[in-house]
């Protein structure tokens, strides 16, 4: 099962690219983007995956204005052999320069949401740490994922209006991760195992001449699974960032640490503070105030129809609306949000996203169930 990258001197194993390392079932290749308008007027998110034994390509687009409906489009077909085609119907992504600039096209479709944007590039890639993750004897996790952090031009529209993006207005971070991981229908039969709550918070922000960033995955007490900080400059154009992939000058934290203040009845952060905690110095506190929520089952993360990873038909498109404001916060689907956050630490301010997720009982949060909400 050949394809066109099998030219190219980059195989891992004997075996053709096409043939993961892996044989589990949730072996998975995925390309993440979101974009964000600087005063929180928009925020857009795309994503695309490859799951080989599942024999999938997926992808998703959703954009969300305050005071308005977020909009979704979903696609799903059958997996082509060709890695290098990524098209679901009426999307694609184009990888112009690897780590520098790609295109999303989303051509007209009865969802009601097209676009046609560039990703420019104003970081070097990031590679964050491996994250492994068990549940017993079985990795439940066990992926890689790099960050790009940069800027966004072209043209959103939605069903109730268009939105111009603009490099100067429009903030984003591009998410390369493949491993294995969780997604499409459960796995059934064998002995039962009792699930376990996690907690998961992603953080990466935009400062003036650099980028920080933090990724936490807690168990139900608190303890830390996966924790770690990062900063790393921030380049005034995609043509200043150096050659090569890496530019060797991020720092890396010793740990980090965060705290969350909750909407009451919910599992939505109402504020957030992170401490990037250095191997020398002073500890950085940076406070986080939402401004504009994102609901990722919009991304088919959690979605009860359109998850990742699905089975849906050979070609698939679908689409949907829904007012944010109006959701049941504590419904299984609705736990994993993305926030546009205005950031301050003390000295200098910034701007970025906060995602997160906390599933069964979270000690730090007050949870003692699998879905219920902070106390007043």
Known sequence: MLNKLDDFPIHQ?????????????????????????????????IGMAIYPHRGILDCAFSVVQPDGRQHCFYGSRRAPTERTDLTV???????????????????????????????????????EARQTLWSGARRVMDA????????????????????????????GTKDRS???????????????????GIMFLWAPLFWDDHISHAIFFDGPKGEALVREGITAPLYASEAAI??????????????????????PGTRLARTAEIDLVPLEGDIRTISLDPILKFQMKGLGYGHPV????????????????FDPRQLDMLAPENLHTQQVVRASD?????????????????????FTEFFDGAKA
């Open 13 to 45: 194993t004997p075996e053709p690219i096409a043939h993961p390392a892996t044989s589990d079932r949730n072996v998975y290749d995925r390309t993440w983007f979101n974009g964000y308008a600087s005063d929180g007027s928009y925020y857009f998110g």
């Open 89 to 127: 119907g009426p999307f694609r992504m184009e990888v112009i320069e690897p780590m520098r600039r790609v295109r999303v096209v989303l051509d007209d479709n009865p969802s009601g949401v097209s676009c046609d944007i560039t990703f420019s590039a104003r970081t070097a890639a990031i590679e």
């Open 144 to 171: 890689t994922r790099f960050d790009q952090f940069g800027r966004w031009s072209g043209v959103v529209r939605h069903p109730d209006g268009e939105i111009k993006v603009t490099e100067e207005m429009c903030h």
């Open 178 to 196: 493949w491993g294995v991981r969780g997604v499409g229908e459960r796995d059934v039969g064998g002995a039962p195992v009792m699930p376990k």
């Open 242 to 263: 150096p050659p090569g992939v890496e530019d060797g000058l991020d720092q890396r934290m010793a740990t980090a640490r965060h705290r969350i203040a909750y909407h």
């Open 306 to 321: 359109w998850g990742q990873g699905m089975w849906k038909g050979e070609l698939e498109i679908g689409g949907e609306s």
């Open 346 to 366: 003390g000295k200098s301010t910034g701007i970025g996203v906060l995602e997160q997720i906390a599933v069964g009982p979270y000690a730090p949060g007050g």
